[in-house]
């Protein structure tokens, strides 16, 4: 579970991103944080993970505090916390498993990451995850080989692969086409369930959204105007999230599009065998 309490992030210049955000998500609950640019949801993303220095407030993940956690403390924190990036953030040089397999770099030797001898079992892994989001048969692609769906993929399994807890996931569609933007929605609801991972997903698709998410948390100006379910999300609500609009259409937009989307979800596969080393041996080793 995260608990918020209280956060606050001021800048030197004096302008406040966040003004006392209060916020909980229990483990296996994925919401969506909207609002307008500037409205504070990328910091407050970068904030849990103390990418951004809070200014004040309270972040627990369990029952562990976040803020005043110590250097050392933090990253064993971060560790628990899954990233998935807008531009992705691979490594273009690397192949699909060197990428997935960077998840594991905060918790293996040093030696091992930079010879790339990562443990059986995070091999294995590995392996498993990528089959889990569909990328088994690109294992060996170079990153910048890849569609941008394909790159989120990535992106999604990576974060998995640490084993987080939580998983902050910022405008994870913003580059994709509509039909991908669906998929990897999908994908990362199914994943959470599956894994009992809490999530926030900072998104600027209202519709997408309503289609894929539950509940809704709506940041005007650093503050929370709207935390409820995705139903509620009438004109009414998105007036006081962005303001004066004539948001009818977007509304029912989402909730026709919500209705509609009745494909059935991935099905969940089994591990791969266990490799050992360089890519060619762990391609051998799996097969």
């Given amino acids: 579970m995260l608990r918020i309490e209280g956060l606050r992030k001021q800048y030197r210049t004096g302008d406040a991103a966040l003004r006392g955000v209060d916020l909980v998500v229990p483990a296996g609950e994925v919401i969506g944080l909207i609002g ?10 970068r904030c849990v993970n103390r990418l951004v220095e809070p200014t004040s407030g309270r972040i627990l993940l369990g029952d562990d505090e976040v803020t005043g956690a110590s250097r050392r403390a933090l990253r064993r924190l971060r560790r628990r916390m899954g990233m998935i990036f807008q531009e992705f953030a691979l490594v273009e040089r690397l192949t699909v498993m060197e990428n997935v397999l960077a998840g594991r770099l ?48 990535v992106g999604i399994a990576r974060a998995l692969l640490q ?16 039909k991908t933007s669906r998929q990897i929605m999908r994908l990362i609801g199914e994943v959470c369930a599956e894994r009992r991972l809490a999530a926030i997903v900072n998104i600027h698709d209202v519709a997408l959204a309503q289609m894929f998410l539950g509940r809704i948390v709506g940041l005007k100006a650093g503050e929370v105007v709207y935390d409820g ?4 999300l009438d004109a009414t609500v998105l007036t006081r999230i962005y303001g004066e609009e004539d948001w009818t259409r977007t509304a029912r937009a989402g909730e026709a599009e919500a209705e509609d989307d009745g494909a059935a979800p991935a099905p969940a596969v089994s591990p791969a065998a266990a490799p050992v080393t360089s890519m060619a041996a762990l391609r051998a080793a799996a097969e």
């Fill in 36 to 45: 307008p640019s500037g409205a504070g949801k990328s910091t407050l993303i």
């Fill in 163 to 178: 084993g987080p807890d939580l998983l902050l996931i910022d405008e994870p569609t913003a580059s994709l086409d509509p």
């Fill in 106 to 153: 905060g918790t293996v030797p040093f030696w091992r990451s930079l010879t790339r001898r990562f443990p059986p079992d995070d091999v294995r892994n590995a392996f498993a995850t990528l089959d889990r989001v569909g990328l088994l048969d690109h294992v060996d692609k170079r990153a910048d080989a890849l569609s941008g769906g394909q790159r989120q993929r």
């Fill in 229 to 232: 379910p995705s139903s509620g």
